[in-house]
């Protein structure tokens, strides 16, 4: 039996995609490594998948399918998983081996368990260019490692330690039950692949060790703040989708819900930011559009952020306002790591 299907998008992935592979080999046969090949074009990407099938048959699927964007592919992967469990792995991020087997040997520990772990949270680096000391998040302070838990048992966690697609490993059966499927050419549905399973989640375990290698570094990267603002009606469309797709009021565990708003939240403030930055009168626009859309989506929803930073961020009127938003976002990018 596979215990995890780890799918890894590639798009022109050549240049980095086999350190990544190599990475999750180790893990054997007891887990499968889909490569989709989200029809590239400028380079052997496809080419590189097969060699991997043909070396490793046990391990290694290449599946080629005409490019669909980041969401595309992930759905693919999700598509053809056999494994208990399930991990999205960027083509240009690695994993830790030795955690790797470990969170094998936990997998093989929850496949046992009568009641199943539906969300299995580690920790990522930032593994930026030229930054000697790198960033890790960690989420020590608001989740007990070692042991599976409820929402109950969640603490509060901090504006800046959220849990992306880097921490997560989800039960593979969930994601197809709720029918999970991400929208095609978008980028940032990370962000979705993250939120909207999380209104399904009962039992977490956390499990306190470094295993993803989250890179950032490359000029092309969707993660750029310049290439966001270029994207910035893909970032819209994530943000109004996450409020489309769950009802938070209907969340009747309180902590999960205060986690579901709190990433909602993030999500929200960072697309206002960008529109900020922007400073024209398209991108006033855009914000009014959004919140226009959250008020008329979710009334709920739209009372709590309005009344939050995220609402006062958003509704700044005057041009030092504006500059305390943009210098306190660029704070934090160098606090936190990212971008």
């Known amino acids: 039996m596979k215990l995890?299907?780890?799918?890894?998008?590639?798009?022109?992935?050549?240049?980095?995609?086999?350190?990544?592979?190599?990475?999750?080999?180790?893990g054997g046969e007891e887990l499968?490594?889909?490569?989709?090949?989200?029809?590239?074009?400028?380079?052997?990407?496809?080419?590189?998948?097969?060699?991997?099938?043909?070396?490793?048959?046990?391990?290694?699927?290449?599946?080629?399918?005409?490019?669909?964007?980041?969401?595309?592919?992930?759905n693919k992967g999700l598509e053809n998983a056999t494994g208990l469990y399930f991990k999205v792995v960027d083509s240009d991020d690695w994993v830790d081996t030795q955690v790797l087997l470990k969170i094998i040997a936990l997998l093989r520990d929850f496949a046992a368990q009568q009641e199943p772990v539906d969300l299995l949270i580690s920790n990522y680096v930032y593994d930026k260019v030229g930054v000697e000391h790198k960033k890790v998040m960690r989420y020590?302070?608001?989740?007990?490692?070692?042991?599976?838990?409820?929402?109950?048992?969640?603490?509060?966690?901090?504006l800046g330690q959220y849990?992306?697609?880097?921490?997560?490993?989800?039960?593979?059966?969930?994601?197809?039950?709720?029918?999970?499927?991400?929208?095609?050419?978008?980028f940032y549905v990370d962000n979705l692949y993250?939120?909207?399973?999380?209104?399904?989640?009962?039992?977490?375990?956390?499990?306190?060790?470094?295993f993803y290698h989250y890179f950032i570094g490359r000029d092309d990267q969707s993660v750029q703040e310049s290439i966001m603002i270029r994207r910035i009606d893909q970032q819209l469309r994530v943000n109004r989708l996450m409020v489309d797709t769950v009802r938070l009021q209907q969340v009747t565990d309180r902590r999960q819900r205060q986690y579901m708003f709190a990433y909602l939240s993030i999500i929200t403030m960072v697309s206002n930011v960008l529109?900020?930055?922007?400073?024209?009168?398209?991108?006033?626009?855009?914000?009014?559009?959004?919140?226009?859309?959250?008020?008329?989506?979710?009334?709920?929803?739209?009372?709590?952020?309005?009344?939050?930073?995220?609402?006062?961020?958003?509704?700044?009127?005057t041009r030092f306002g504006r500059w305390i938003v943009v210098h306190g976002y660029a704070i934090a990018q160098k606090l936190v790591g990212f971008n």
């Open 4 to 26: 995890l299907s780890v799918a890894i998008p590639c798009y022109n992935s050549a240049a980095y995609m086999r350190h990544c592979i190599e990475t999750l080999l180790p």
């Open 32 to 74: 499968e490594i889909l490569v989709v090949d989200d029809g590239s074009q400028k380079d052997n990407t496809l080419e590189i998948a097969r060699e991997y099938e043909a070396r490793y048959p046990a391990i290694v699927r290449a599946i080629h399918q005409e490019n669909a964007g980041h969401g595309g592919a992930v």
């Open 140 to 158: 020590a302070s608001a989740l007990p490692a070692n042991r599976v838990l409820t929402w109950p048992e969640v603490k509060r966690l901090p």
């Open 163 to 186: 849990i992306l697609m880097h921490s997560v490993i989800y039960r593979t059966a969930m994601l197809k039950e709720m029918g999970l499927k991400l929208p095609e050419h978008t």
């Open 194 to 210: 993250v939120y909207t399973p999380m209104q399904q989640v009962q039992r977490i375990y956390y499990l306190d060790e470094n």
């Open 275 to 317: 529109l900020l930055l922007m400073d024209n009168d398209e991108a006033k626009q855009k914000r009014g559009e959004l919140w226009q859309h959250i008020q008329e989506t979710d009334p709920w929803v739209y009372e709590r952020l309005n009344r939050s930073v995220v609402g006062r961020l958003a509704h700044v009127r």
